[in-house]
Structures are given as structure tokens and as C-alpha cells.
T-cell receptor, first 116, second 111 residues
Framework: KAGVTQTPRYLIKTRGQQVTLSCSPISGHRSVSWYQQTPGQGLQFLFEYFSETQRNKGNFPGRFSGRQFSNSRSEMNVSTLELGDSALYLC???????????????FGSGTQLSVL | GQNIDQPTEMTATEGAIVQINCTYQTSGFNGLFWYQQHAGEAPTFLSYNVLDGLEEKGRFSSFLSRSKGYSYLLLKELQMKDSASYLCAVRVGTGGFKTIFGAGTRLFVKA
């Protein structure tokens, strides 16, 4: 079974631009979460989607948005990029609805975003 | 608010035992996870605790005390390949769950 796939692997943008990141979860997984990882902050929760609905959201500005499609693939968009948005963006999927250890996350390799 | 604390860095010797502690203050606790992340790679699942006590899986064990908001990850017979970051994470919420992470503990295993 293929793992979580994130594209692109690396991205370089300039301030003020917008960016869209893509995530394909493991087949059969209905929940997709997004995290921002920086050296000092660790993994910061952005949002979680299940069956095309956002179920939870972290403390990020409205410039960060996402969506999930009917095939469970998800996209994350960041508008009006700032230097501080430079980070590794990780996507994680899980089967959902199983509870307990079934809540463990399967991560993609991430998209490394650099904002110049 | 939600808060998870763990040491920033630890160093241990190959073949030794190391314990990585994690304390948390969260609401709606629904389980604690440990993940391992090698540099430049994705985090991978190590262990899960939802009830108090010790869970053992090979060289790795994880302990949870819900009343104290405390967990630890125990790594035995350390190997060089265990050099990585170890992330403590808590599943929180009622209705709308989310998994929040500590900043991670970087473990250096020396020969």
C-alpha cells in the first residue's frame, strides 16, 4: 500500500505570493491533517479534514486554508506569503473512526517551503 | 491552553538505556503517542498509551500516568540508528479531535 504522498517536495516563493501544497493520503484513509514544522516550534497543528469537512483548526491566521476532495486528497493554500512561513509542511493521514491506536498518524515526507 | 513539555536534547552512549520524559497539560485527553523522526524524514509512529501503565514493544517502552500528566519513552540497548528526534503527542478534544505535539527531544547516541 502506498504511503502518504506530498507534492512538491521543495518550493521557493517570494513574499506576497501564494502557494498550494498537495497531499494524497493512504488509500482508505479518510482523515487528513496538516502541520507546520519549524526548528524551534516543533509540529504546529494547522487543520484536520474528514469527509471533505474541516473538523478542527489550529491557531493560524486566515491566510492558511485548506480543503479536502471526495477522494480524500487534500490541498493547503497559503496566501500573501511572509518570511515566517518558511517551514516544512507535513501532511498526515489516518483511517478515522477507529479510535484508540487507530488514531495514529501516517506522515508524508513534507513540502519544504522557503519564502524569500 | 494546551501545553506539552519535553527536554530539547539528550545524549546517551551506545548500548545504554535512556528515558525521555514528557509532561502535558491538556483538556479532553484521548491518548498519548510517541513518534520518531530522523533528520530530513517524516515522523513515524512508535507507541501509544491511553491507560496508565507501561507498554513494551521490543527495545522501546512507553509509560503513562494520566493523573500526573506524565509520560516517558524508554529506549534500551541504544544503537547509533536511534539518533533522532522523539516527539510526544497528545490526542485532545471532544467531538472535534486534534493531535498536538511537543517540540521534540533530539537524542544523540555516541559510540
Amino acid at each position: 500500500k502506498a504511503g502518504v504522498t506530498q507534492t512538491p517536495r521543495y518550493l521557493i516563493k517570494t513574499r506576497g505570493q501564494q502557494v498550494t501544497l498537495s497531499c494524497s493520503p493512504i488509500s482508505g484513509h479518510r482523515s487528513v491533517s496538516w502541520y507546520q514544522q519549524t526548528p524551534g516550534q516543533g509540529l504546529q497543528f494547522l487543520f484536520e479534514y474528514f469527509s471533505e469537512t474541516q473538523r478542527n483548526k489550529g491557531n493560524f491566521p486566515g491566510r492558511f486554508s485548506g480543503r479536502q476532495f471526495s477522494n480524500s486528497r487534500s490541498e493547503m493554500n497559503v496566501s500573501t506569503l511572509e518570511l515566517g512561513d518558511s517551514a516544512l509542511y507535513l501532511c498526515a493521514s489516518r483511517p478515522a473512526g477507529t479510535g484508540g491506536i487507530g488514531e495514529k498518524l501516517f506522515f508524508g515526507s513534507g513540502t519544504q517551503l522557503s519564502v524569500l | 491552553g494546551q501545553n506539552i513539555d519535553q527536554p530539547t536534547e539528550m545524549t546517551a552512549t551506545e548500548g545504554a538505556i535512556v528515558q525521555i520524559n514528557c509532561t502535558y497539560q491538556t483538556s479532553g485527553f484521548n491518548g498519548l503517542f510517541w513518534y520518531q523522526q530522523h533528520a530530513g524524514e517524516a515522523p513515524t509512529f512508535l507507541s501509544y498509551n491511553v491507560l496508565d501503565g507501561l507498554e513494551e514493544k521490543g527495545r522501546f517502552s512507553s509509560f503513562l500516568s494520566r493523573s500526573k500528566g506524565y509520560s516517558y519513552l524508554l529506549l534500551k540497548e541504544l544503537q547509533m540508528k536511534d539518533s533522532a528526534s522523539y516527539l510526544c503527542a497528545v490526542r485532545v478534544g471532544t467531538g472535534g479531535f486534534k493531535t498536538i505535539f511537543g517540540a521534540g527531544t533530539r537524542l544523540f547516541v555516541k559510540a
